[in-house]
């Protein structure tokens, strides 16, 4: 089985999510995917790429020194990232998918929206939000 977990910059709160699906892979037996969307196009800078692929490395860094099976894949497929994270759960089957929530002001879910709400609405796969 696997377990999508949605990576969007390095922070305390992402270094929790790294840690919770390193713990929910160990329990669960499962094989982790930590995936980072961008939108690709004009709207991606390249500092952005290659951002993303140093915060996908050191995640898998983290999983195999705890001795779990992962992958990384940075999409950049000209979608938003909650479609991004629900599609690729389903594209892999997932059975679970693990993404970081932090808290926003009213106005600052209205102007940007929520892509843990996105992908808790939109998904399948039941999904664990870590804080």
């Not at 696997?2 to 919770?20: N, P």
């Not at 329990?27 to 996908?56: P, V």
């Not at 995640?59 to 497929?77: P, W, Y």
Request: glycine share 6%.
């Amino acid at each position: 089985m696997a377990i999508v977990v949605a990576l969007d910059e390095r922070s305390k709160r992402t270094e929790r999510v790294v840690a919770f699906s390193i713990e929910e892979a160990k329990l669960r037996n499962d094989k982790l995917y930590f995936i980072h969307s961008l939108y690709g196009g004009e709207r991606t800078e390249q500092k952005e790429i290659d951002a993303g692929e140093e915060l996908l490395k050191w995640a898998e860094e983290e999983a195999k020194k705890a001795g779990v099976d992962c992958e990384t894949k940075l999409l950049v497929r000209g979608k938003e990232p909650a479609e991004d994270i629900v599609e690729f759960a389903n594209e892999i089957n997932a059975n679970l998918i693990i993404i970081g929530v932090r808290k926003r002001r009213p106005a600052g879910k209205v102007i940007f929206g929520s892509v843990a709400q996105d992908v808790i609405l939109n998904s399948t796969q039941p999904v664990i939000c870590v804080k």
